[in-house]
T-cell receptor, first 113, second 112 residues
């Protein structure tokens, strides 16, 4: 089983739609959680951290359910510029001097005009 | 503000040739530094990380090595490239072990 699992998509949605991505992780001791966005042939960029109480940043809302080991990202009022791959990322407790980020393979979003 | 640079942006190398990719960070001191590889259609795989000068930890056995000769410089190397070394190589930094990581623009390597 993969440590971080995401539906690869693609999710094809019209402009203005609301879309939700889900992600599950296998390590219950995971400490921190993030969503990154990656445009085609570009580096991943941090979209938002995911806090236990849930958090919102403009049109984006992230939720964490530790009991179910589940993370979600909701995008409201989709824009064409939201088209990208969204990476679910979990911080794994490491045995060394640093903890490590485990990346999902990403969910592809295509917003249609 | 902090910035991270990688070069070259694109590289095409024959099998068996050496490799040297460079990553530098500006605007911060004593960062944790990371090398990742993203193969086509796959997730990011952590290759190496470093918490200080001369300190390198390897995540997976492979044909590559890393070095950190200066606080804000991280180098990825190979003596002889394999076809399987092709991919998108990303350098990242973080200010602390519980913090988000920030990525450089990456180097796209094709081994022929």
């Amino acid at each position: 089983r993969k440590e971080v699992e995401q539906d690869p998509g693609p999710f094809n949605v019209p402009e203005g739609a609301t879309v939700a991505f889900n992600c599950t992780y296998s390590n219950s001791a995971s400490q921190s959680f993030f969503w990154y966005r990656q445009d085609c042939r570009k580096e991943p960029k941090l979209l938002m951290s995911v806090y236990s109480s849930g958090n919102e940043d403009g049109r984006f809302t992230a939720q964490l359910n530790r009991a179910s080991q589940y993370i979600s990202l909701l995008i409201r009022d989709s824009k064409l510029s939201d088209s990208a791959t969204y990476l679910c990322v979990v911080m794994k407790l490491g045995g060394g001097a640093t903890n490590k980020l485990i990346f999902g393979t990403g969910t592809l979003l295509a917003v249609q005009p | 503000s902090q910035t991270i640079h990688q070069w070259p942006a694109t590289l095409v190398q024959p099998v068996g040739s050496p490799l040297s990719l460079e990553c530098t960070v500006e605007g911060t001191s004593n960062p944790n530094l990371y090398w990742y590889r993203q193969a086509a259609g796959r997730g990011l795989q952590l290759l190496f990380y470093s918490v200080g000068i001369g300190q390198i930890s390897s995540e997976v056995p492979q044909n590559l090595s890393a070095s950190r000769p200066q606080d804000r410089q991280f180098i990825l190397s190979s003596k002889k490239l394999l076809l399987s070394d092709s991919g998108f190589y990303l350098c990242a930094w973080t200010a602390g072990t519980y913090n988000e990581q920030f990525f450089g623009p990456g180097t796209r390597l094709t081994v022929l």
